[in-house]
């Protein structure tokens, strides 16, 4: 686990990143590849970003949010599913073979909380409680000779535990959201009395009065920037990915995506620069470090198959799953997709889960870094029997 030093050493941000030692590439295992992990925070509307447009009920269980992409969709290939507008880059992948997508991922979770929904993914047992994350416990398997790296305020609770060494370089867009915890208690004692303290206390209430418009839970993105400052943040991920080519395993958090109102804006908003940071962090790489990376996408759970009355989306089941890179078997859709016909979905008002997230990571790391399944069982215990490769 880092030290508190370190922490400390890295929160003054991009300043701190020349730090990172440009390591010669030795490993241990049998597989040279990079898994970028990068984690939607607030339960994304995967139905929103990639729709099934040859559906006949999707513009009659949302008949507004379907209606854009269903008249200026980009069709992606022969899957029967299309782009949203603000996807381009997305698509773009796709058509290069550089993308492919699960409709139908997620975790074990019924809840439909955030906040349980993200344990359960971030530990990666397929319960709320344990000792370490999947992160950190890939990172042991790698072993000393691979390097781990989260580009994140503090240390996310998928990679603590496991007793293993992990970078922190935290990378922010033009977000203002400052952490609940010590960090914001620390800064507003600090302006306590001050002009500049009454500033603070003004700016985390309006954003606290934004977020409640927008019908987001209180701290469901736990302090995870939002997506308008990704593509920036995406090309500096990538410089120094490439310039530390022993950095195998990597995470990213963004926040946001809780829309239970004015989901059409919100999520064109957002959606644009993710697309175009995955774009930008694919030229930021270059052709050789792309080659042996994958970019895994995904949120802790997706919304419902209908919109509500303030024309967005209540927390749901089966969400989508991206895994992006240049040497993936892309152009296509992973798992299966049973279509939006009420037997079809989970309690009538959801998509199922029909591929655990974590048999498709274990896939990404197979392939990645040459696992033996006895590995995997150790990253993932009681991972469900199903095999993905991805």
């Not at 600090?190 to 606290?208: P, S, V, Y």
């Not at 946001?256 to 993710?274: F, K, M, N, Q, Y």
């Not at 969400?319 to 979905?345: H, K, N, P, V, Y």
Request: hydrophobic share 40%.
């Amino acid at each position: 686990m880092i030290s508190r030093r370190q922490f400390l050493r890295w929160g003054a941000g991009i300043l701190a990143f020349p730090a990172l030692q440009a390591y010669g590439y030795e490993t241990a295992h049998s597989g040279n590849g990079r898994l970028v992990v990068v984690f939607l925070r607030g339960g994304m509307d995967g139905l929103f970003a990639l729709s099934p447009v040859d559906d006949v009920r999707l513009g009659e269980i949302r008949p507004t949010l379907s209606q854009t992409v269903i008249k200026q969709g980009i069709r992606l290939g022969h899957t029967g599913f299309a782009a949203h507008p603000s996807c381009k880059g997305l698509a773009s992948l796709f058509e290069a073979g550089e993308l492919a997508f699960a409709p139908c991922a997620g975790t074990t979770d019924a809840s439909r909380s955030h906040f349980q929904a993200q344990d359960l993914f971030e530990l990666g047992t397929g319960t709320t409680h344990g000792d370490s994350g999947f992160m950190a416990r890939a990172a042991k398997a790698l072993g000393s000779s691979s390097g781990a790296i989260s580009f994140t305020r503090e240390v996310p609770l998928s990679f603590q535990g496991g007793d293993v060494a992990v970078e922190i370089a935290p990378l922010s867009g033009s977000g203002l959201k400052i952490p609940s915890g010590r960090i914001l208690d620390a800064v507003r004692l600090a302006h306590r009395g001050a002009r500049t303290g009454e500033a603070l206390d003004q700016a985390i209430a309006t954003e606290n009065e934004i977020e409640a418009a927008m019908g987001m839970e209180e701290g469901a993105s736990r302090g995870a920037a939002p997506a308008n400052g990704f593509s920036k943040v995406a090309s500096h991920m990538g410089r120094i990915l490439r310039g530390n080519p022993r950095l195998s395993l990597a995470f990213m958090e963004i926040g946001g995506w809780d829309t239970h109102a004015g989901e059409e804006g919100i999520l064109s908003r957002a959606l644009e620069p993710l697309a175009d940071g995955l774009l930008a962090l694919k030229v930021a790489l270059g052709a050789d470090e792309w080659r042996r990376t994958q970019v895994a996408v995904m949120s802790e759970f997706g919304r419902t198959v209908r919109e509500n009355g303030t024309r967005g989306t209540d927390h749901g089941h089966g969400g989508l799953f991206l895994l992006a890179g240049g040497a993936i078997a892309g152009g296509r859709m992973i798992g299966d997709f049973r279509g939006l016909s009420d037997r079809a979905l989970n309690e009538n008002r959801d998509l199922p889960v029909l591929a655990d997230w974590r048999t498709l990571l274990a896939g990404c790391m197979r392939q990645n870094y040459g696992f033996k399944e006895s590995a995997l069982a150790e990253i993932f215990p009681g991972m469900p029997r199903q095999r993905i490769d991805v």
